[in-house]
C-alpha cells in the first residue's frame, strides 16, 4: 500500500482526484462525493461558501476495555493487577491504574484474611490440646 503524501509512513486510502497525490484517513477532504487532499480542497472550495467541507472524522476512537479484566486482580492479586494494567493501560489508563492498586488492596486482604486464619486453628489448636 503507497503511504500518504503528507504524512510518510501512514497508509494512502485513496488519491486527490485534482492532484493525484495519495492522502490518508486523517488529510482526506470529502467533497461533494469525490476525494481531495487538504490543500487542493482548501484552494478550491475555501471561496465558496455553499459548499460543506467535511474532512474525515478524527482518528482516535476511545477503545473500551473490557470488564473481565477486574477478574485477573481478585484471582491473582497484585500480579494479576500487574497484567491487567500492562494490557489495558494504552487503552484506559484511568481504569488500568485502579486495576493495580485493586490488585495491591486485595493482596493486603488476602494476606490479613489468611493471617487470621492461620492465627484461629493455631489458637482453637491450642485450646484443644489443653483440654
Ligand atoms: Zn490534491
Ligand atoms: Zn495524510
Redesign the pocket.
Known sequence: MAD????PG?DAVGACVNCGKM??L??RTELQDRVYCQPCANKLFVSKSDVQVSAAPATPVIQSVSGAWWLLPIFFTWLGGLIAWAVTKARDPKKARSMLIWGIVLTFIYGIVITILVVAMFALGFLAANE
Open positions: 500518504c503524501s503528507y504524512h501512514k492522502v490518508c486523517a488529510c
